[in-house]
């Protein structure tokens, strides 16, 4: 082993893989403690991803939801900060090594590398329907959309306009509901007046869902409430409708009853699938562990791998479960809470084990769901000791708009984000509407517009 691979005092060595929200709760959790933690990440920043669809929809420039990682810790004496993407780990002689050969020792280890998208199999559709989990992929989508209305400015075909000024959304949980109802607000009302040759508000705003409602994930009187308000911003809501296939110039979908629809479009994106990172697959062939089918790592109550209590997985790659005493255990859902809790919970169990205690096992508590639909328009469901608390409107937008504010990084990215919106909603302006390069993907309009590199502005936090 390199002995620059671990630090050379005595005090355990602690490695992080992953800065999402359970990784830099785990770290937290540390830095006071008398360990040295080593944290590897393979972009250079820490992501609100909860307001990346905001990003894709050029409604928040990319610096105003993420934070340098290094910034973070800047103030933790025993954490350091490494740029790399782990491609494997070695429980034997533990240590996890990086794309370019280093080797990283561990005595614990914590891994929460995140998930990625799911296409169900049909990983060829991902080039023409780009999911939303980087800042890559809110660039791609921006620079797709906007240069779609672009695109059909200067297009004289009437049947290419109009699959030019076709948007789908695959999917209507939080992502696919978000996104959908804020391009439909872009088409009615951010794009009014600047364009000579056609009318952005005709715009169709598609959101294709599998299942019989939006927003599985909530009670039936939320989802209903939330499909209407989609409906109020032009969104067209297609239920019991399975997406068959997806090409260059649009998707195929099935019904209930057997018929199939074909949907020209040139701006798809995919909110249907969540997968865990590749990384988890390498953990399970190296530990034994198992994996549910989206590939995510089952573990202990605790949190560690069975046979491995030197290795803990949080986050969207756990598959793990809630054990509250006296209850049978729940699945826990792969939202933001989850992950820093069991980030806290990973780094508690560590430092229990160090001081020869035990680990106790991971009780999620539960805080409810909220998700947004377009301005004024939002659904909350709230867990409360006196039951849950419901609502919908411009309350609950209100109520979603502080929550995010809340929880983001830093003092300056709250101040910011609270003026970019206080100026979309009084303006109706999105100031964050620049993509570079335009000449390439408007020399043919008959075809898809073609991303391109990200703008300099958003450069810097990229490290894809």
Known sequence: MNPASKPAASRPHIVVVGCGFGGLEATRSLRKADVDVTVIERTNHHLFQPLLYQVATAGLAAPSIAAPVRVLFR???????????????????????????????????????????????????????????????????????????????????????????????????????EMAGTMAEIARHTLSGEFRRIDPASAEVLLIEGGSRVLQAMPESLSAKALVQLSKLGVQVRLNSRVTSIDATGLDTSQADGSVSRIDSHCIVWAAGVAASPLGKLLAQATGATLDRAGRIHVEPDLSLAGHPEISVVGD??????????????????????????????????????????????????????????????????????????????????????????????????????????????????????????EAPLASTAGRPVPNAPNDADVILQKE
């Not at 539960?366 to 659904?379: H, K, M, P, Q």
């Not at 039951?387 to 809340?406: D, E």
């Open 75 to 177: 103030r933790y004496a025993n954490v350091t900060t490494l740029l790399g993407e782990v491609t494997g780990i070695e429980p034997a002689t533990r240590e996890v090594v990086l794309a370019d050969g280093a080797r990283i020792g561990y005595d614990h280890l914590i891994v929460a590398a995140g998930a990625t998208h799911s296409y169900f199999g049909h990983d060829e559709w991902a080039p023409h329907a780009p999911g939303l989990k980087t800042l890559a992929d809110a660039f791609d989508i921006r620079r797709r959309m906007l240069l779609s209305f672009e695109a059909a400015e200067r297009e004289s075909d009437p049947q290419r306009r109009r699959a030019l000024l076709t948007f789908a959304v695959i999917g209507a949980g939080p992502t696919g509901v």
């Open 317 to 438: 790659l756990a598959a793990a479960q809630s054990h509250v005493p006296g209850k049978p255990p729940t699945p826990v859902p792969g939202v933001s809470p989850a992950a820093k809790q069991m980030g806290r919970t990973a780094a508690a169990n560590i430092l229990a084990r160090l001081s020869q205690q035990s680990a106790k096992a991971f009780r999620y508590a539960d805080y409810g769901n909220l998700a947004t639909i377009g301005r004024n328009s939002a659904v909350v469901d709230l867990a409360t000791p006196f039951g849950p608390f419901r609502m919908s409107g411009r309350l609950a937008w209100q109520f979603w708009l502080f929550a995010h504010v809340y929880f983001l990084i830093g003092f300056r990215n709250r101040l910011v984000v609270l003026m970019d919106w206080a100026s979309a909603y009084w303006s109706f302006q999105r100031y964050a509407r620049v993509v570079p390069d335009t």
